[in-house]
């Protein structure tokens, strides 16, 4: 039997943003690849890095495991690993190092090391899987433990021989996703997360993903791991895995972390009656697309099954903007969409994004327009973040310097010449966040005019708060026309 530790390079307390937020998840694609591991005879354990404060904390669990295998394998169903922020980058690197030099073969599979892998092995990883990384992983290991040297057979690989660096070809992505096992979730210590959780919010969520991959055609978006395939777990699958994790871990709510849920024809229909069927009642958030979400049907049947809230990426009130991005939506679509969500219960949240190429003073006031007139529950915003492997990464990389990744979710640095500096993008962010509250608070506040028999404390708080964001959106607003005016 071979052993494995495994680990993953997203380290909470490394992003400060994250860390006061406080609402972590275990990293989902880590437990994915330990659950088929384990399946296979190898024994497995985990090093997690969620709560660590430093890479040298794994060192005590090489040393006491002295694992065959070291495996960083990143969860690429989380978008901050998707980033690839410098600070996680620079703990994979110093892990690697630690783990070679106490002699374990080091293996690596990330979103990162994938469109970095010479990186990588130069910084101490023998192999770099590239791609969706489970069966890459298990022949890779049954190679070694074999005696085998020659790794050139192996689809979805990278490494040094020792003269030059092989890539060979891509693996074709998993089609049966309902063929791997349900996720290692013993091997993590569920009471970490269920506490921050408990403090931060009140409840505890869990992540599951029911999908991997994306078909949509959106030039910004990276998708080193699952591709443009779709494929797609069963009702059934998922909702035994709910179970399971309802009746083990006492969690009240989930994040389904696909990058869209539900899209194949009837699946949320079968899950919503599955959910009646098995009686059990779950709240939970999706990420989804407005084209997706005009038809009634599927609103009503999100809701029926427990969905509380939905992300979809609205990213811009231009049309202009979205047909540049290669989005596929119109703003029509992303009206109608809000508007069934909210006749249904469920709160609509948009990713928003500036900076795009082209985006003129016109377009950002489109947005602006567009959040205060359909006001979203939530909003996300971000500027335009180039990654490689994307369209939009090719159109803007000779600009880009020695800065292509940011630190941590937080810095918001525009690392391409656009129609305004950086420091503006980042006056622009609180700006909007001021206006969007004051809009907020001012429906509020009408509502609570039409019918003050309803107010409630907290109704009558988020009124009065039009009091506050009012003049910090004048403040705000000031700010942002200095730096414009300054051009």
Known sequence: MGSILFTHSYFLRFDPKQWSIGQPYAPLGTLYAAALMRQHGYE?????????HSADEVIPAIEAQTPQFFVIYDDGFNYLTKM?????????????????ERGCTVIVSSSDSTDRYAEYLAEGADLVIIGEAEHTLLELCNHIKGGQTDYSGIMGLAFDDGHKITKTPARPVLKDLDSLPLPAWDLVDMDKYRDMWMRHTGYFSINIGTTRGCPFKCNWCAKPIYGNRYNSRSPQNVVAEIKLLKQNYRMDHIWFCDDIFGLKPGWVLEFARLLEQEEISIKFKIQSRADLLVEEELVAALARSGCQNVWIGAESGSQKILDAMDKGITTTQIATATGLMKKHGIKPSFFIQFGYPGETKSDIGLTIDMINRLLPFEIGISVSYPLPGTGFYEKVKAELKKKTNWADSDEMALMFTNTFPAPYYKQLHSYVHQNYHKHLAKNSLVKLLKAPASATKSTLRKALSVFYHTPRTYIEKLKLNRLENAL
């Open 84 to 100: 690839c922020l410098t600070n996680m980058r620079e703990a994979a690197f110093k892990m690697c190092k630690l783990a070679k």
């Open 44 to 52: 497995t354990s985990l090093f997690d890095t969620m709560f660590a």
